[in-house]
């Protein structure tokens, strides 16, 4: 038993190291690199096994105590989140929800919305009848709609007004929308994304591709950002290279968001709020399990040193 804990122990430190890996490996169309990459995204699921397995086989061996040395690795190795702050100012409160393709009804999550003062959301796996029930109960009279049949729907909601809407397609058809947000005498590029999920070497690549040309189109590095929704990456995953060269930060955390059983404590991270680096958080968090196997994110932001990002 004491053997075997100490082996599934070292296969949990493997795990942790597997970003690094998988980092190395970014941009080489191959199986390898996919699985080493589907992989990375479980660093919470082998950080509870390291210190699990760890723990037993410390019993017999009291120097296996130093592989808990490698517990803080997750956190070294997710990509970088944007500063926090408790600055006094106008504050812009963002949401990112996949709400489920079932779903029928979004009473629950405008409910939600509404209770926590979202001032926009990104919404995925958008059906036609749900964008229909949207636009006429949502308090949030702006938006731009993109449903469909299948899992890639899309919504975007505000408070504010949203400008110079459009809808753009990557390589595989896969839709991201694209606006305009007028915020406070600021103009802020807002992106909706949720791009296909890495199910094969190709899916990966084009993940990959979907956000890192969504992080470059979305406007001016003048203007302040917003990339937000149902990633289909973890902080520690592949896809989150492109947003970070383009200098977009997490302002969301590293709680698990899917799947939501168990409010996603044995998931992983992938629904997400990054922002541009004119942006500091003041707070952000997860809300309840709604009617998705999803969790929703929100962070509460505000402009740094008058939206220069300095």
């Given at each position: 038993?004491?053997?075997?804990?100490?082996?599934?122990?070292?296969?949990?430190l493997a795990g942790l190291?597997?970003?690094?890996?998988?980092?190395?490996?970014?941009g080489t169309p191959n199986t390898l690199a996919w699985l080493v990459d589907l992989a990375s995204h479980w660093q919470g699921l082998f950080l509870g096994g390291l210190i699990l397995f760890s723990a037993v086989s410390m019993w017999r061996e009291k120097r296996m105590a130093l592989l808990l040395l490698a517990a803080p690795l997750p956190w070294f190795t997710a990509s970088e989140s944007a500063p926090r702050t408790t600055a006094e100012g106008p504050q812009l409160n963002v949401a990112a929800v996949n709400v489920g393709l079932a779903s029928r009804r979004?009473?629950?999550l405008l409910e939600w919305l509404d209770g926590q003062g979202i001032d926009v959301v990104a919404l995925s796996e958008v059906s036609p009848d749900y964008a229909k029930a949207?636009?006429?109960?949502?308090?949030?009279?702006?938006?731009?709609?993109?449903?469909?049949s299948g899992p890639f729907g899309l919504a975007l909601l505000s408070r504010y007004p949203l400008v110079e809407s459009e809808v753009l397609r990557d390589a595989d058809r896969i839709p991201r929308i694209q606006a305009t947000l007028l915020w406070s005498g600021q103009a802020v590029t807002v992106t909706a994304v949720h791009p296909m999920p890495p199910l094969s070497p190709h899916f990966h690549g084009a993940r990959d591709e979907h956000l890192r040309t969504a992080a470059q189109q979305n406007g001016p590095s003048t203007r302040p950002g917003l990339l937000l929704g149902d990633l289909n990456a973890s902080p520690w995953s592949t896809g989150m290279l492109g947003p970070t060269e383009s200098g977009y930060r997490r302002a969301t955390g590293l709680?698990?968001?899917?799947p939501a059983a168990l409010h996603g404590?044995?998931?992983i991270p992938i629904d997400q709020i990054l922002v541009s680096r004119h942006w500091a958080v003041r707070d952000s968090g997860t809300g309840p399990v709604l009617t998705s196997d999803?969790?929703?994110?929100?962070?509460?932001?505000?402009?740094r040193a008058n939206g220069t990002g300095q």
């Open positions: 038993m004491q053997h075997r804990s100490a082996f599934i122990a070292f296969l949990c190291i597997v970003p690094v890996i998988s980092r190395l490996l970014a979004p009473d629950a949207l636009q006429v109960k949502s308090s949030l009279a702006h938006h731009r709609l993109e449903p469909s709680r698990p968001t899917w404590l044995i998931g999803h969790v929703p994110v929100w962070a509460n932001l505000i402009l």
